[in-house]
């Protein structure tokens, strides 16, 4: 059944049933999603858009029956499987918040989530998971009250996925569904502040709107385009990308379960768009290098001269300017002889529209794949900002090391302290409470203050210089806050001072400091000699097996991203004489990242 609700004449009052019954009234046929079974070498099974809303209704019909209603939180507990994708999607169109949640969240951090959207119902995929979830559904502070699992032979007591999918859905209930407005909460995206605790940004579907045709004024892309989707969708990015936008263009998502994979599936699909986070993208210009360092040298030579054709093509494309009639020729010459080739053994030969942002892309990778000409298009925003609020743009103008222009949806000004301030349509309402009100982070002339520190040059492109909230950004774009790492790393008493470091690294490591109080205790206690002070212990096995045990139980009690992989045991205690502290003693990161730059430095060589 196709039948729904029109779209409204303002494109930025459309609801997300509306673009899925547009979609299967306009495009029945069209490919909508994609997936593959366990076997990654195996067929494709794909749903078409009229099939999408047809298998959402009698899904939402199922989640009715469980209880679930309009305004309702559901948290979702998934990888990038389809019933994750159609579970968010029918939730909606019954009127219910999908939330979905990282698979490497903290036990704390699920606690949290539940208790503060106060979800009754969550969907996980593992028995793993379930057992995580399942002491929840007996604590009375917590509201939810049931499970439903994915995986045949784990759901024991909880009720199985599969029976979800109700058939014949009775006709009363089609009435009951797609009465969205506009001002409606579409998604609650969990992130973590300075504290650690995940806040709860609530997103309207007027928001999201606003954001998904602010990026298509910037962005030139064939209709109907694929989507690889293979970031969590707990991130707003994949959100965007891999959800929303897909609904509001008509396009193809192929999913992609396992990220480690997705190589293979750019392969295979040859998209004409790609978003990358920066560790996706280093990984991709190594693999290439290493081809092209098994090349001979006069191929190899012939590739080089190419690829600075292709960079001075792009040169004058970053300026504004045409490139010279013989330079594109030359560069046409390149492209379709030596480059194209290259590029079509990785699947990225029909790429038109290359991406990049939640962490700070390097120089150097992004003029690597200039060299191919492909230009990454870095961009920047936060959650908070429904994900894109400034973005290089091969129509609008781009400035490689910078993070673009605002787009349409938002106003950018930087404040004087630095500070970088947004307002717009597709900012935020604000944080989720516990009692079910949302608290505004806005000022009283609707800025809202990012922590990012930044400027911008005369011609209106914003350049991040440094984070006033220091939140740690891993390589893969995820965020962290070193304070509760730190805090938990010190909640051992051997360990007085920590400071954890990986901003745009694939892990982190930490500096730690024996306390000079407790560790000679700790080693009178022990039946260890403790001459020397804290100093003088920090070489010994016994000390060395502790801190060990330290950091492998605060490893325990973190998510997988805010794990400490390496660390150093230093002997010199940080204070303000030493500069490492203020007068008021709060670290000066910045100091001890310089001081002991060797140190950290070695924490990351194998």
């Not at 560790?279 to 080089?304: F, G, H």
């Amino acid at each position: 059944m196709t039948a729904g609700p029109r779209t409204t004449d303002a494109p930025a009052d459309r609801t997300l049933p509306q673009l899925l019954a547009r979609n299967a009234r306009e495009y029945p046929g069209l490919p909508g999603l994609s997936w593959r079974a366990a076997d990654p070498d195996g067929d494709w099974t794909t749903l078409s858009w009229a099939e999408i809303h047809e298998h959402t209704r009698s899904l939402a019909a199922g989640y009715a029956a469980l209880g679930v209603g309009r305004g309702d939180h559901v948290l979702l507990l998934m990888s990038n499987r389809p019933e994750h994708w159609l579970s968010d999607l029918a939730l909606v169109r019954l009127g219910a918040v999908p939330v979905s949640v990282y698979g490497t969240a903290a036990p704390e951090q699920i606690t949290h989530i539940a208790r503060n959207c106060r979800a009754r119902l969550a969907v996980v995929e593992t028995a793993a998971q379930v057992a995580v979830w399942e002491p929840l559904t007996a604590d009375a502070d917590t509201p939810l009250e049931r499970l439903v699992v994915v995986r045949e032979g784990a759901e024991g007591s909880h009720f199985p996925y599969a029976a979800l999918l109700r058939e014949p859905v009775p006709e009363r209930f089609t009435g009951e569904l797609d009465a969205a407005r506009p001002e409606d909460p579409l998604t609650v995206v969990y992130t973590s502040g300075t504290t650690g605790e995940p806040k709860g940004v609530v997103l309207t579907h007027r928001q999201v709107m606003s954001n998904a045709l602010a990026l298509d004024a910037v962005v030139e892309l064939p209709p109907h385009v694929e989507h690889i989707c293979y970031l969590p969708f707990a991130h707003i990015a994949e959100r965007m990308l891999g959800i929303y936008l897909p609904c509001h263009r008509a396009s193809h998502v192929y999913l992609c379960a396992d990220p480690t994979g997705v190589a293979a599936v750019v392969r295979k699909v040859r998209p004409a768009q790609f978003f990358g986070v920066p560790r996706i993208w280093e990984k991709l210009s190594t693999a290439v290098r290493a081809v092209l360092s098994l090349m001979p040298a006069e191929q190899r030579e012939i590739i080089d001269r190419a690829s600075e054709v292709a960079r001075e093509h792009v040169g004058y494309r970053e300026r504004g300017e045409k490139p010279p009639a013989g330079l594109e020729e030359r560069y046409t010459r390149a492209r379709e002889d030596v480059l194209l080739p290259i590029l079509a053994a990785g699947g990225l030969d029909r790429v038109t529209w290359s991406a990049s942002a939640s962490a700070p892309m390097p120089v150097d990778v992004v003029r690597f794949w200039a060299g191919f000409g492909i230009v990454i298009m870095d961009a920047w925003g936060l959650t908070e900002t429904t994900g894109v609020a400034t973005s290089n743009s091969p129509r609008a103008g781009f400035r490689i090391g910078s993070v673009g222009r605002p787009v349409e949806s938002v106003e950018v000004r930087v404040a004087e302290d630095g500070e970088i301030l947004v307002r717009g349509a597709s900012v935020f309402s604000g944080y989720l409470q516990p009692d079910g009100s949302v608290r505004s982070a806005l000022d009283a002339d609707g800025w809202l203050a990012t922590g990012d520190i930044g400027r911008t040059d005369e011609d209106g492109y914003l350049w991040l210089t440094d984070r006033k909230k220091e939140m740690i950004i891993t390589s893969t774009g995820k965020n962290v806050s070193p304070a509760l790492v730190e805090n938990t790393l010190k909640e051992h008493p051997l360990i007085g001072q920590a400071m954890v470091h990986g901003d745009n690294r694939s892990y982190l490591v930490a500096l730690l400091v024996l306390d000079a109080e407790a560790a000679p205790a700790w080693a009178a206690a022990n039946g260890l000699g403790a001459e020397g002070g804290a100093a003088g212990l920090v070489d010994h096995p016994a000390v060395r097996a502790e801190v060990d045990r330290a950091v492998a139980a605060a490893n325990s009690r973190l998510n997988r991203t805010e794990q400490i992989k390496r660390y150093e045991l230093l002997t010199e205690e940080w204070g303000p004489a030493t500069g490492e502290l203020t007068p008021s003693l709060k670290m000066r990161r910045r100091v001890i990242r310089d001081k002991y730059a060797d140190s950290l430095s070695k924490l990351y060589q194998d």
